[in-house]
């Protein structure tokens, strides 16, 4: 595996069920990060986790629960979902050092909620 | 956090250069400007970054103005391929070497045959 991978890709649940979102990075980063993009409007940054403490919460529903057991892995909690929840989560990860930290993107899961 | 504006749309034709601009004029002084693109429903790719230099890489040119107060990204001979959204993004940096990328609505390219 190279890059950033998410799974499941998509993922269909309904407001009682609980899940959760795995992400993972191959590139030996230290910075993850966890975004929402709802249909027809930018992307939004949830949480940051760098060297495995999370460094910013953007107002997010507790509904929501990131855990960082360490550097490579990502996950989001999710339970009792509202259909507006239903969106593209995106994760990411970035060096937090040097002049080429830029954020590289895994591909998505596709959540909808009923 | 600094803000970006970009044209909602602009269309260019396949083989031409692709110039796409971009207004920050409250950047910061030590703030870089990014350029992401994200093709349909897929995850953001990176393109460039710059400070105060104009920047260029296998993918493109950033063009940064004296006062920092605009950019502009260019692709220099466009392909169908390139057809996607265009986010230009101001970082901010968090504590512990996060970074904090705000994107707005972007500019959706598209490229004509």
Not at chain 2, 27 to 45: A, C, K, L
Not at chain 2, 79 to 84: G, H, K, P, S
């Amino acid at each position: 595996e190279t890059g950033v991978t998410q799974t499941p890709r998509h993922l269909v649940m309904g407001m009682t069920n609980k899940k959760s979102l795995k992400c993972e990075q191959h590139l030996g980063h230290n910075a993850m990060y966890w975004y929402k993009q709802s249909a027809k409007k930018p992307l939004e940054l949830m949480f940051v986790y760098s060297l495995e403490e999370r460094v910013e919460n953007n107002s997010v529903p507790s509904r929501f629960s990131p855990e960082c057991p360490n550097s490579s892995h990502l996950f989001l909690h999710l339970h009792t979902l509202q259909p507006e929840d239903s969106a593209l989560y995106l994760c990411a990860s970035s060096q937090t050092s040097g002049l080429y930290n830029e954020q590289f993107f895994g591909p998505g899961t596709r959540l909808t909620v009923l | 956090d600094a803000k970006t504006t970009q044209p909602t749309s602009m269309d260019c034709a396949e083989g031409r250069a692709a110039n796409l601009p971009c207004n920050h004029s409250t950047i910061s002084g030590n703030e870089y400007v990014y350029w992401y693109r994200q093709i349909h429903s897929q995850g953001p790719q990176y393109i460039i970054h710059g400070l105060k230099n104009n920047e260029t890489n296998e993918m493109a040119s950033l063009i940064i103005t004296e006062d920092r107060k605009s950019s502009t990204l260019i692709l220099p001979h466009a392909t169908l391929r390139d057809t996607a959204v265009y986010y230009c993004i101001v970082r901010v940096s968090l504590i512990q070497g996060a970074q904090k990328l705000v994107f707005g609505q972007g500019t959706r390219l598209t490229i004509n045959p």
